[in-house]
């Protein structure tokens, strides 16, 4: 993915954050983020192994403006499925339980990544279709 992204941009994917400790996230729910933008400890994606945030984050309104982080997220929906990653937090409080993060991606197998960029998912749809 990161090499298709440069070869499409001229600039490296940049990761920004990945794995995260239990204390790591106990302190962002403590100095920076409200409830509805971080996990607590224990319950961040960051911590599976399995996820990253891309580029720099503030807030999903400041980045989607963005016209350079805008054209990103844009291939990156269109185009993370193909190498296993989805955009784990897209449709807002009420489905995903967190505040949209264009910046956050989560690698999970082949036929969940495809299924979800079909059917337009999250991947707490992943859990609901599961437990139907």
Not at 40 to 55: A, G, I, M, N, Y
Not at 59 to 69: A, G, Q, V
Not at 73 to 87: E, Q, R, S
């Amino acid at each position: 993915m990161a090499k298709q992204f440069f070869i499409k941009f001229g600039r490296p994917l940049i990761i920004k954050n990945a794995y995260r400790d239990y204390f790591f996230q106990k302190s962002l729910i403590d100095k920076w983020c409200d409830k509805l933008m971080c996990a607590k400890p224990w319950f961040s994606e960051h911590q599976s192994w399995l996820t990253v945030d891309l580029f720099d984050t503030s807030n999903n309104l400041s980045f989607m403006i963005d016209p350079e982080y805008n054209l990103y997220y844009k291939w990156l929906f269109d185009n993370a499925y193909k190498y296993w990653f989805i955009n784990s937090y897209n449709r807002w409080v009420l489905i995903d339980w967190y505040e949209i993060e264009p910046w956050h991606w989560r690698y999970v197998w082949k036929k969940i990544s495809n299924k979800l960029h079909i059917n337009w998912g999250t991947f707490s749809d992943l859990v609901l279709w599961m437990i139907r």
